[in-house]
């Protein structure tokens, strides 16, 4: 039987040691010597979890003090020039002023990593940057995993797909035009990584997932092909999709082999086995990388039998992607119910999986029948189990008609009408929704959670930070106002806990980018509303302000896009089951005179499928879920739409068709005239002032500074239009 191994382990460890230790050493309370202590002894972990598993190869480059595509330019030298930096001489400070911003220079841009809830750092590409080497890290990485008697694999990002990934600036004309610096500075990388003694090298290129332009995909072969003149044996790596129009051109690179996505790509795994050439070995990901669902062991077998008889030898097992998407240990979910917790696979259970499938193959019955007898029991109750199906729920999917989706009148009409009711001057201003979540906030959190503070005084403690944010925004001249949501943890979970069919876990941290770990609650069954879930909130802000105050909710997509998914059903039902009961909160919200509701949808981009040709499907459901949750709403409730994090140009009459009142687009990062395109599909009058994102993570001198230069910006403006 081939070998077993995983595309990408977690680096954050299963308690968030490395996210401790950097905002320790940011606030300078760990030296930097410290930080790296703690990256040395997770990497030791991670490596002897994947070998006491029983894989064959341990992941050597999935570590990141940050970001692994700013590790990537940190060690080809390819660092933005803008920030003056020598990359041979790089330490953590500099590291970390890019990825974070100092006074001299902002930070790096983010982006989604593909459709993926992780945000990397994007590359910016400049007529001068350079690829003249950098810094030692994986080689000193390397030697670790050496003297600790591992064998290993080490995993880079390929080049072409580093190239893609970032941003031609400067009069660049394009990223390829880069390419002969990168493959040379590629090839310096590899050669001393062959002089290391490593024997192979895993080269993602997920961009063979997407759909790509001649001039990418012409330049596969001579890149590789200069590549592995000097290089150990390639594993060229794809995965989020199928790539099987890609099959003649990988089954000719000059690699040892190519690793596939078997769980989104399952259809393309047979073809690729028949057509498969003699000389390299097929990688086939058939372990979820991507969702914490217990694989389906027998299942897999079955998709994994044929491809055998084919390859024989040839066949490696491994997830589908890295595992950098789940969390580490379901070991550590102690409080979790013991049904659903047997139904889920993190990390370290997901390496136990592929061993099993791998001793299977290899007709070791005696080892892995009470493995796959578990695994078929678990599997037989949650498809059996009464938590999965709700009557209600389901009888009210088949009620559902186009007319719900469907505001009662026309946006000119229920402008005329809020307008009326409102008063607003021209350009107004307000918020995203949440202000600074200040330490006093997080103690009472956590001291409510363990029971150290009775329900009365929470809730009293939360209402004196309500004050506390209304008070604050009266006082800036901000034109309609926002509760602060002191009493959420996080903008998806704070919902998962009130709504039946998601599950929450103590523990289950993912990385959602180089400084913010996010604990994802897990969809399992028909998603219900028992009772209202944030009225008492919203209501009691307004109690306090004669201005108005806006309800704030998260939205289907996003609801759905930030959480595991259950995997028994299409996305769009679940997010139609989850409209169904944001629209209920809607309908309460009105009750209780709130008259402005915001629908939060950050991850509606991300959200997108990585083939256009898979995008209007969709599109198509997501409006449709976004109008089912709000359009129940009366003519004078304003119905107000944030989507932030996203570049959105390619999707804007998408937007104007979610038919909200009022549009709030993040253009803060963008280098593009999003408002002037935004005018075309948009009505202006649908578009106000207000902060790129929620003010959550800033303090509150920030936030005064910056409101404060917002409400001015909006009376320069109103002045310039009389």
Same mark, same amino acid.
């Given at each position: 039987?081939?070998?077993?191994?995983?595309?990408?382990?977690?680096?954050?460890?299963?308690?968030?040691?490395?996210? +401790?230790?950097?905002?320790?050493?940011?606030?300078?309370?760990?030296?930097?010597?410290?930080?790296?202590?703690?990256?040395?002894?997770?990497?030791?972990?991670?490596?002897?979890?994947?070998?006491?598993?029983?894989?064959?190869?341990?992941?050597?480059?999935? +570590?990141?003090?940050?970001?692994?595509?700013?590790?990537?330019?940190?060690?080809?030298?390819?660092?933005?020039?803008?920030?003056?930096?020598?990359?041979?001489?790089?330490?953590?400070?500099?590291?970390?002023?890019?990825?974070?911003?100092?006074?001299?220079?902002?930070?790096?841009?983010?982006?989604?990593?593909?459709?993926?809830?992780?945000?990397?750092?994007?590359?910016?590409?400049?007529?001068?940057?350079?690829?003249?080497?950098?810094?030692?890290?994986?080689?000193?990485?390397?030697?670790?995993?050496?003297?600790?008697?591992?064998?290993?694999?080490?995993?880079?990002?390929?080049?072409?797909?580093?190239?893609?990934?970032?941003?031609?600036?400067?009069?660049?004309?394009?990223?390829?035009?880069?390419?002969?610096?990168?493959?040379?500075?590629?090839?310096?990388?590899?050669?001393?990584?062959?002089?290391?003694?490593?024997?192979?090298?895993?080269?993602?290129?997920?961009?063979?997932?997407?759909?790509?332009?001649?001039?990418?995909?012409?330049?596969?072969?001579?890149?590789?092909?200069?590549?592995?003149?000097?290089?150990?044996?390639?594993?060229?790596?794809?995965?989020?999709?199928?790539?099987?129009?890609?099959?003649?051109?990988?089954?000719?690179?000059?690699?040892?082999?190519?690793?596939?996505?078997?769980?989104?790509?399952?259809?393309?795994?047979?073809?690729?086995?028949?057509?498969?050439?003699?000389?390299?070995?097929?990688?086939?990901?058939?372990?979820?990388?991507?969702?914490?669902?217990?694989?389906?062991?027998?299942?897999?077998?079955?998709?994994?039998?044929?491809?055998?008889?084919?390859?024989?030898?040839?066949?490696?097992?491994?997830?589908?992607?890295?595992?950098?998407?789940?969390?580490?240990?379901?070991?550590?979910?102690?409080?979790?119910?013991?049904?659903?917790?047997?139904?889920?696979?993190?990390?370290?259970?997901?390496?136990?999986?592929?061993?099993?499938?791998?001793?299977?193959?290899?007709?070791?019955?005696?080892?892995?029948?009470?493995?796959?007898?578990?695994?078929?029991?678990?599997?037989?109750?949650?498809?059996?189990?009464?938590?999965?199906?709700?009557?209600?729920?389901?009888?009210?999917?088949?009620?559902?008609?186009?007319?719900?989706?469907?505001?009662?009148?026309?946006?000119?009409?229920?402008?005329?009408?809020?307008?009326?009711?409102?008063?607003?001057?021209?350009?107004?201003?307000?918020?995203?929704?949440?202000?600074?979540?200040?330490?006093?906030?997080?103690?009472?959190?956590?001291?409510?959670?363990?029971?150290?503070?009775?329900?009365?005084?929470?809730?009293?403690?939360?209402?004196?930070?309500?004050?506390?944010?209304?008070?604050?925004?009266?006082?800036?001249?901000?034109?309609?106002?926002?509760?602060?949501?002191?009493?959420?943890?996080?903008?998806?979970?704070?919902?998962?806990?009130?709504?039946?069919?998601?599950?929450?876990?103590?523990?289950?941290?993912?990385?959602?980018?180089?400084?913010?770990?996010?604990?994802?609650?897990?969809?399992?069954?028909?998603?219900?509303?028992?009772?209202?879930?944030?009225?008492?909130?919203?209501?009691?802000?307004?109690?306090?302000?004669?201005?108005?105050?806006?309800?704030?909710?998260?939205?289907?997509?996003?609801?759905?896009?930030?959480?595991?998914?259950?995997?028994?059903?299409?996305?769009?039902?679940?997010?139609?089951?989850?409209?169904?009961?944001?629209?209920?909160?809607?309908?309460?919200?009105?009750?209780?005179?709130?008259?402005?509701?915001?629908?939060?949808?950050?991850?509606?981009?991300?959200?997108?499928?990585?083939?256009?040709?898979?995008?209007?499907?969709?599109?198509?459901?997501?409006?449709?879920?976004?109008?089912?949750?709000?359009?129940?709403?009366?003519?004078?409730?304003?119905?107000?739409?944030?989507?932030?994090?996203?570049?959105?140009?390619?999707?804007?009459?998408?937007?104007?068709?979610?038919?909200?009142?009022?549009?709030?687009?993040?253009?803060?990062?963008?280098?593009?005239?999003?408002?002037?395109?935004?005018?075309?599909?948009?009505?202006?009058?649908?578009?106000?002032?207000?902060?790129?994102?929620?003010?959550?993570?800033?303090?509150?001198?920030?936030?005064?500074?910056?409101?404060?230069?917002?409400?001015?910006?909006?009376?320069?403006?109103?002045?310039?239009?009389?």
């Amino acid at each position: 039987m081939g070998l077993a191994h995983v595309v990408g382990f977690p680096r954050i460890g299963a308690q968030r040691e490395l996210t +401790f230790a950097m905002e320790a050493f940011w606030q300078g309370e760990l030296a930097q010597a410290g930080l790296q202590d703690v990256g040395q002894r997770l990497r030791a972990q991670h490596w002897q979890l994947q070998a006491d598993a029983g894989l064959d190869l341990v992941t050597v480059g999935d +570590f990141a003090w940050y970001d692994h595509v700013l590790g990537t330019l940190a060690l080809l030298g390819a660092l933005p020039t803008r920030y003056q930096l020598d990359a041979a001489q790089l330490d953590l400070p500099a590291y970390y002023a890019m990825a974070r911003g100092d006074c001299q220079q902002p930070a790096m841009e983010m982006s989604n990593w593909f459709d993926t809830n992780y945000h990397f750092l994007v590359p910016e590409w400049t007529p001068d940057v350079r690829f003249d080497g950098g810094v030692d890290w994986l080689f000193e990485e390397v030697a670790e995993a050496q003297a600790l008697g591992h064998r290993s694999k080490v995993v880079l990002l390929g080049p072409l797909s580093l190239l893609y990934l970032g941003k031609a600036k400067g009069g660049l004309t394009h990223p390829l035009a880069l390419l002969p610096q990168a493959v040379a500075a590629y090839r310096k990388v590899l050669a001393r990584l062959r002089e290391q003694g490593v024997t192979l090298v895993q080269m993602d290129e997920p961009i063979l997932a997407l759909e790509l332009a001649q001039p990418w995909l012409e330049a596969f072969a001579p890149v590789y092909g200069e590549l592995s003149e000097i290089a150990p044996p390639l594993l060229l790596s794809t995965y989020f999709d199928e790539v099987s129009v890609h099959l003649d051109l990988l089954r000719t690179l000059p690699v040892a082999g190519v690793h596939l996505d078997g769980v989104r790509g399952v259809a393309q795994l047979q073809a690729f086995a028949n057509h498969w050439p003699l000389d390299k070995v097929l990688s086939v990901g058939i372990v979820d990388g991507r969702n914490i669902w217990r694989c389906d062991l027998d299942a897999a077998l079955a998709v994994l039998k044929p491809l055998q008889e084919k390859l024989g030898e040839r066949l490696w097992l491994a997830s589908s992607c890295s595992l950098l998407h789940v969390p580490v240990d379901l070991g550590h979910e102690s409080k979790l119910d013991a049904e659903l917790k047997s139904w889920l696979a993190f990390a370290v259970q997901k390496l136990d999986e592929i061993v099993t499938l791998k001793q299977a193959l290899a007709a070791y019955t005696d080892q892995v029948a009470s493995k796959f007898a578990a695994a078929r029991a678990a599997l037989a109750v949650k498809r059996q189990s009464p938590r999965i199906r709700n009557a209600l729920v389901q009888k009210r999917l088949q009620q559902v008609s186009a007319g719900d989706a469907t505001r009662h009148s026309t946006f000119s009409t229920r402008n005329a009408v809020q307008q009326a009711r409102w008063n607003l001057p021209a350009f107004p201003t307000t918020t995203t929704g949440s202000f600074p979540q200040t330490a006093q906030i997080c103690h009472m959190h956590a001291a409510y959670r363990r029971g150290d503070i009775a329900h009365l005084d929470y809730l009293e403690s939360m209402r004196d930070e309500i004050r506390l944010v209304v008070q604050q925004q009266e006082q800036l001249g901000l034109d309609v106002l926002v509760h602060g949501e002191p009493e959420r943890n996080d903008m998806v979970e704070y919902f998962g806990e009130q709504l039946w069919g998601y599950g929450l876990t103590v523990n289950g941290w993912v990385q959602r980018d180089g400084a913010c770990c996010i604990k994802p609650p897990f969809i399992y069954g028909d998603v219900y509303r028992p009772e209202a879930m944030t009225v008492g909130w919203s209501q009691f802000a307004q109690s306090l302000t004669s201005k108005p105050m806006k309800g704030m909710l998260t939205g289907p997509v996003t609801m759905l896009q930030w959480s595991f998914v259950r995997d028994d059903q299409p996305h769009a039902t679940t997010a139609l089951q989850i409209a169904l009961a944001l629209r209920d909160e809607v309908g309460d919200l009105e009750k209780a005179g709130i008259g402005m509701i915001q629908i939060d949808e950050p991850a509606f981009r991300a959200g997108l499928p990585l083939k256009a040709n898979d995008w209007k499907n969709y599109l198509n459901w997501a409006v449709h879920a976004f109008k089912i949750s709000v359009a129940g709403a009366k003519d004078e409730t304003q119905i107000h739409m944030h989507m932030g994090y996203s570049a959105v140009n390619d999707i804007l009459p998408w937007i104007a068709a979610m038919d909200a009142d009022v549009i709030t687009i993040d253009t803060s990062g963008e280098e593009m005239a999003l408002l002037e395109k935004a005018q075309q599909e948009i009505p202006a009058q649908r578009l106000w002032i207000n902060p790129d994102c929620g003010l959550k993570t800033r303090t509150w001198p920030q936030t005064q500074q910056a409101l404060g230069q917002m409400v001015q910006a909006a009376r320069l403006l109103r002045q310039a239009q009389g």
